[in-house]
């Protein structure tokens, strides 16, 4: 089953230099394929939606402020399964909990800058994908 997924390297790992070690793990994936690609800063209203179910919650505004702190490297991949699979290349929300080999489990320690953001659903990907790449597709 073929899908898009939206990817963010988020500001820490764009900071840290780790923009070409996430995307070469991304395309080294068979049959996977990046098909839209942008650095750029993300403001508040952009990442309000985006984040929209965790407005109100403690660490949305750390959150928002990261998140706007640095551009990211926003992406589009496709692929078979792909939404499941950046997910499980991803690694869990906590990199400490994170298992090594997976991105957040090779790179990160704390929770709000764990590197990548990789949408959790079909349902997901669709309306991040309309906010981020409004003219793809
Ligand atoms: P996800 O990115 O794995 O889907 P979400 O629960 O959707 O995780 O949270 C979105 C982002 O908010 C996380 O990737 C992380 O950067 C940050 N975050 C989530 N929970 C916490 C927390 O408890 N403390 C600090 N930051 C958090
Ligand atoms: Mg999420």
Same mark, same amino acid.
């Given at each position: 089953?073929?899908?898009?997924? $939206?990817?963010?390297?988020?500001?820490?790992?764009?900071?840290?230099?780790?923009?070409?070690?996430?995307?070469?793990?991304?395309?080294?994936?068979?049959?996977?394929?990046?098909?839209?690609?942008?650095?750029?800063?993300?403001?508040?209203?952009?990442?309000?939606? %985006?984040?929209?179910? %965790?407005?109100?919650?403690?660490?949305?505004?750390?959150?928002?402020?990261?998140?706007?702190?640095?551009?990211?490297?926003?992406?589009?991949?496709?692929?078979?399964?792909?939404?499941?699979?950046?997910?499980?290349?991803?690694?869990?929300?906590?990199?400490?909990?994170?298992?090594?080999?997976?991105?957040?489990?090779?790179?990160?320690?704390?929770?709000?800058?764990?590197?990548? %953001?990789?949408?959790?659903?079909?349902?997901?990907?669709?309306?991040? $994908?309309?906010?981020?790449?409004?003219?793809?597709?």
């Amino acid at each position: 089953m073929s899908q898009r997924t $939206l990817v963010l390297l988020k500001p820490d790992a764009v900071r840290r230099g780790l923009i070409g070690e996430i995307i070469g793990r991304i395309e080294k994936k068979a049959d996977w394929r990046i098909s839209a690609l942008e650095m750029r800063r993300l403001d508040r209203s952009l990442l309000e939606q %985006h984040y929209g179910e %965790h407005v109100g919650k403690p660490f949305y505004e750390p959150l928002v402020e990261f998140m706007s702190s640095g551009p990211v490297v926003a992406l589009v991949v496709e692929g078979e399964r792909v939404i499941e699979g950046l997910r499980t290349l991803s690694g869990p929300t906590d990199p400490i909990a994170a298992a090594p080999g997976s991105i957040r489990g090779d790179f990160g320690t704390i929770v709000r800058e764990n590197l990548i %953001h990789a949408s959790d659903s079909a349902e997901s990907a669709e309306r991040e $994908l309309k906010l981020f790449f409004p003219t793809v597709g």
